[in-house]
C-alpha cells in the first residue's frame, strides 16, 4: 500500500510538471530574409518569440542585394526586411511583395572601425586623410556596388572628397559582416561597417563616425512577400514592431523608426 501512494504520488506529481508546461498547439514557422547586419538582434528577437508562441523562424543572412534577388527568382522567403530602400523598391517595382505591409522599421549610423589593440581615434570630415591612415592596408568596405554598406560607404567617401585617394585600396565583401571581420582579424586596418556591427565584434573599436549629411540616410525597410500564404508573417512581422523587440534593436545600436 506504501508503495503504491508513493507511486500514485510521483504521477502526480509528473502529470502536475505536464500540465504546467506551456502548450502551443498549432506552432508553425516563419521564414525571413534579413540583412546580414541584424544577425545579433534577430536571433534574441527570434528565440523570444518562439518562447512565446511556439513558432520557429528561420532567418536568412546575406546583403540585401543577395536577398532580393533570391526573392526575385522565387527563394520561399515569407518576410524580406533590407538594409537600404533601395531593395525594397527593387522588390515593389517587381510587384513581388506586399506593398501595404511595407514599413521603415530601422535606422543606423556609418562608423569607421580598426583593431581594437590598434585603434587610434580619426577626425571625419571634408579630405580628411584616409589614404594615409590606411598606409600599406585596404580598407574593408561592403561591395560599393551592391552591398547597402558599401553604397553608404561610397556616398559618404565621395561627398567627404576622399573617395579618389582610396577607390583604388578596397578590400570589398559580399556583406557587411564579412567587411567587419576582415578588420576583427587584423586583415585590413581600417573599415566601414554600421554602428551596430561594431558592437557584435570585441575585435573592433569605432574609430571614427560619418557625418548624417555625408549619405543618405540608413533605412531597414520591412515587407511582407507577395507570395507567401503564411498566416504567420503578419504575426512575426507585428511582433518585430512591438515594444519588446525595440528594447533588443536599441540595445544593438539601431534607431527604431515610426515604421511609416
Do not use: C
Request: no cysteine; charged share 20%.
Amino acid at each position: 500500500m506504501k508503495r503504491r501512494t508513493i507511486l500514485t504520488a510521483v504521477l502526480a506529481a509528473m502529470l502536475g510538471g505536464v500540465l504546467l508546461q506551456p502548450v502551443h498547439a498549432s506552432a508553425g514557422e516563419v521564414k525571413v530574409f534579413a540583412a546580414a547586419s541584424l544577425k545579433n538582434a534577430l536571433d534574441g528577437i527570434a528565440k523570444d518569440w518562439k518562447a512565446e508562441t511556439g513558432n520557429d523562424v528561420v532567418l536568412t543572412y546575406a546583403a540585401s542585394s543577395a536577398l532580393a534577388k533570391q526573392v526575385e527568382g522565387g527563394a520561399p522567403a515569407d518576410i524580406f526586411v533590407s538594409a537600404d530602400l533601395k531593395w525594397m523598391d527593387y522588390l515593389q517595382k517587381a510587384g513581388l511583395i506586399k506593398q501595404e505591409t511595407r514599413k521603415n522599421l530601422l535606422g543606423n549610423a556609418l562608423v569607421m572601425v580598426a583593431p581594437a589593440d590598434k585603434a587610434k581615434d580619426i577626425a571625419i570630415d571634408k579630405g580628411f586623410d584616409l589614404a594615409g591612415a590606411l598606409g600599406e592596408g585596404r580598407l574593408a568596405v561592403g561591395a560599393v556596388a551592391s552591398v547597402p554598406a558599401g553604397i553608404y560607404a561610397k556616398q559618404a567617401l565621395t561627398n567627404l572628397g576622399v573617395w579618389d585617394g582610396v577607390k583604388d585600396k578596397l578590400a570589398e565583401s559580399e556583406n557587411v559582416r564579412a567587411a567587419l571581420l576582415l578588420v576583427s582579424r587584423g586583415e585590413a586596418p581600417l573599415g566601414i561597417v554600421y554602428l551596430t556591427d561594431s558592437k557584435a565584434d570585441k575585435g573592433v573599436k569605432v574609430v571614427g563616425t560619418f557625418p548624417e549629411s555625408s549619405h543618405d540616410p540608413i533605412i531597414y525597410p520591412i515587407a511582407e512577400v507577395k507570395a507567401s500564404a503564411n498566416p504567420l508573417a503578419a504575426e512575426f512581422e507585428a511582433y518585430l514592431q512591438s515594444k519588446k523587440a525595440a528594447d533588443v534593436f536599441t540595445g544593438q545600436g539601431f534607431a527604431v523608426l515610426s515604421g511609416k
